[in-house]
C-alpha cells in the first residue's frame, strides 16, 4: 500500500489487532487492553480499549502516521491527534453499537484516502464522551470530526446515520475525489461548520428527513468562513429540507457584537453537475428555524451566490437557487423549477450576465420565474427563458442585452422568434401554460424585426436544454402570431393583462 511518506498503522477491525509495515514502527501490546505503537523506540501511539470504543491517541510530536483501517467490525473508534494524519479506508466496515463510528477528536487535518468500498454506520445508543482534556463532547455524526477533512482517493465510502447526522466538522470539509454516499434517517447529510468544497468526486445524498448540505458558520478573529464553493465533481442531492444552504445568520448565531468577525455565508458554482430534489411542503413561521417553519429551497446562499460554470438541476417546493443580498448567474446552464415558490429569487439585487438559464416556478402570484424584490434586476448577457405567474421586471438601465417579456397567458407548446430573413434566433417548448414570460439572448438585436410562431417543427437545434432550442437554425411550419421592431433594451409584446395562474402540469424531468 502506498502511503507515500507516512508510516502506516494497520488496524483490523474485526479483531482490532494493530500491524505495521514500517520497518520504523513496533507494536507492544500491553495489559489492560493498551497497545502502545515505538516509532524508533519512543512512544508515540497509544490505542486503549475502554467503552464506548477504541481511542488512538497520538503522542504529541512530528510523526506522521497513516491509520489504515480495513475489515468488519462493530467497535466504534476515536482519534486523537495534534499532527496531521491520513486515515485510509480499504474495504472498512464498521457499524457502531455506540454512537458514532468514526469520531475525529483531533484538531489537525484529517487526510482521507478511499480504497475499495467502505461503510461506515452509527447506533442510537451514545454513552457519554470525553476529549483529551477530560471534557465532555457531543459528537454530531456517524462520522464526527473536530477539525478539517479532506476526502480522496478511488473508493466509495457509504455513510449510513440512523439517528443523527451522516458527517459532521467544526472544520471545513473538501472532497477531491472518490464516491461519498449519504443515507440519514432523521438529519441532515454534511454538517460542516466552516465550509465545504467539492473539487470532483462524487457525493450522493439521501436526506428523506433533512437538509443535505448545511455550512452553519462561525465567528473567527483570523479567518471567518461560512461558504459553499464546487468547482467540479456531481452531486445528488434528495433531500426533504434545503438541498445546500449556508445557515449563518447573525442576527441569530452572532455571540460577539463585532461584524468583522462574521463569516460570509456565500455559495460559489464553477463547475461539475448538481442534481437536486426537495420534496417538503414549505410552511412559514415567524421563526423560520422553528419546528413549524419550513422552506425546501434547493441552493439558498444567505449572503451571495454566484453560478460561473456547471451544470444544474434544481427541482424543489420552495425557492430553487435564491440568495439573500445579491444572485448572480455568469455561466454554465441552470434548470430551476419551483412547485410552490420562486425558480430563482433574490432578496436583494439579480444579475445574469451569461450561461443558459431555464426558471420555472408552477406557483400561483405573487411568485414567480426570476424575482429580484424590487431591487435591482440586470441582464448584460447570457440565454434564458422563464415562465410562471408573476416575474420581476428587468431594471432598463443596468441592461445590455435586450428583453422580451410576455405579460399575458402563453399556451403550451413551441415559441419561436424569427428574424426577417428567416432565421431562428430563439425557440422554446413551454411544457404548460404560463402566465407570464421573459426570454432574453445575445442574438436579438436593436432595430431588428422578428416575428412570433407558435408551433411548427425545427430542424438541428444542436442542444435542447429543457426545452429550450440552444442553436435553431430552421422552422417548418407553425402559425405566425405577431410581428415587432426592437426599439429599446424592454419588449413587451401581447396584451399586458396580469392574471391569477392556475398550475395544469409538473416539472420537465
Request: glycine letters at 12%; aromatic letters at 4%.
Amino acid at each position: 500500500m502506498d502511503t507515500a511518506g507516512w508510516l502506516p498503522l494497520t488496524i483490523d477491525l474485526d479483531t482490532l489487532s494493530v500491524r505495521t509495515a514500517s520497518p520504523r514502527l513496533t507494536v507492544q501490546a500491553g495489559a489492560n487492553d493498551i497497545t502502545t505503537v515505538l516509532l524508533d523506540g519512543r512512544p508515540v501511539v497509544t490505542l486503549t480499549r475502554t467503552s464506548p470504543g477504541l481511542t488512538i491517541r497520538a503522542t504529541p510530536g512530528d510523526a506522521h502516521l497513516a491509520y489504515v483501517l480495513t475489515g468488519s467490525g462493530s467497535t466504534p473508534i476515536t482519534l486523537n491527534s495534534d499532527n496531521a494524519y491520513r486515515l485510509v479506508l480499504v474495504d472498512a466496515h464498521l457499524t457502531s453499537t455506540d454512537g458514532p463510528a468514526l469520531h475525529l477528536q483531533s484538531p489537525a487535518a484529517a487526510f482521507i484516502e478511499l480504497q475499495g468500498h467502505s461503510s461506515l454506520a452509527d447506533a442510537p445508543v451514545r454513552t457519554r464522551r470525553t476529549d483529551a482534556q477530560g471534557e465532555p463532547v457531543k459528537p454530531r455524526g456517524a462520522l464526527s470530526a473536530t477539525g478539517p477533512l479532506v476526502i480522496r482517493g478511488d473508493g466509495t465510502l457509504s455513510i449510513n446515520a440512523t439517528a443523527h447526522h451522516a458527517l459532521t466538522t467544526a472544520g471545513h470539509l473538501r472532497l477531491s475525489s472518490g464516491n461519498l454516499t449519504l443515507k440519514v434517517d432523521t438529519r441532515d447529510g454534511l454538517r460542516p461548520t466552516q465550509a465545504f468544497i467539492m473539487d470532483g468526486g462524487r457525493l450522493t445524498i439521501d436526506a428523506p428527513a433533512g437538509k443535505g448540505i448545511k455550512v452553519s458558520g462561525k465567528e473567527s478573529a483570523v479567518q471567518p468562513l461560512g461558504f459553499v464553493a464546487v468547482n467540479d465533481g456531481h452531486i445528488t442531492i434528495r433531500s426533504h429540507d434545503k438541498g445546500i444552504t449556508t445557515g449563518w445568520k447573525p442576527w441569530r448565531d452572532a455571540r460577539t457584537p463585532d461584524t468583522n468577525d462574521d463569516p460570509d455565508p456565500r455559495i460559489t458554482i464553477n463547475g461539475g453537475t448538481i442534481d437536486i430534489t426537495t420534496t417538503g411542503t414549505p410552511a412559514r413561521d415567524t421563526d423560520d428555524e422553528s419546528e413549524n417553519s419550513l422552506s425546501p429551497e434547493g441552493i439558498e446562499a444567505k449572503s451571495v451566490l454566484r453560478v460561473r460554470g456547471g451544470n444544474l438541476k434544481v427541482i424543489t417546493t420552495d425557492d430553487s437557487i435564491s440568495a439573500g443580498m445579491h444572485l448572480e448567474l455568469s455561466g454554465g446552464r441552470t434548470y430551476a423549477y419551483s412547485s410552490h415558490d420562486d425558480a430563482v429569487d433574490s432578496n436583494g439585487t439579480l444579475t445574469i450576465a451569461g450561461g443558459v438559464l431555464v426558471a420555472i416556478s408552477h406557483a400561483p402570484r405573487p411568485e414567480g420565474a426570476l424575482d429580484s424584490d424590487s431591487n435591482q434586476f440586470a441582464i448584460t448577457g447570457g440565454t434564458f427563458v422563464g415562465i410562471g405567474a408573476y416575474s420581476s421586471t428587468p431594471t432598463d438601465s443596468a441592461c445590455t442585452q435586450n428583453v422580451i417579456t410576455i405579460p399575458t397567458y402563453v399556451e403550451a407548446g413551441p415559441w419561436t422568434l424569427r428574424d426577417a430573413a428567416g432565421n431562428v434566433v430563439f425557440s422554446y417548448d413551454l411544457p404548460f401554460r404560463s402566465g407570464y414570460m421573459i426570454a432574453s439572448t445575445p442574438a436579438l438585436a436593436r432595430g431588428a424585426t422578428y416575428t412570433v410562431v407558435r408551433g411548427g417543427t425545427l430542424g438541428p437545434v444542436g442542444e435542447d436544454f429543457h426545452g429550450l432550442a440552444l442553436h435553431p437554425t430552421t422552422l417548418t411550419g407553425g402559425t405566425p402570431a405577431e410581428t415587432f421592431t426592437i426599439t429599446r433594451i424592454l419588449t413587451p409584446l401581447g396584451a399586458a393583462e396580469f392574471d391569477w395562474f392556475s398550475p395544469e402540469k409538473g416539472p420537465d424531468d
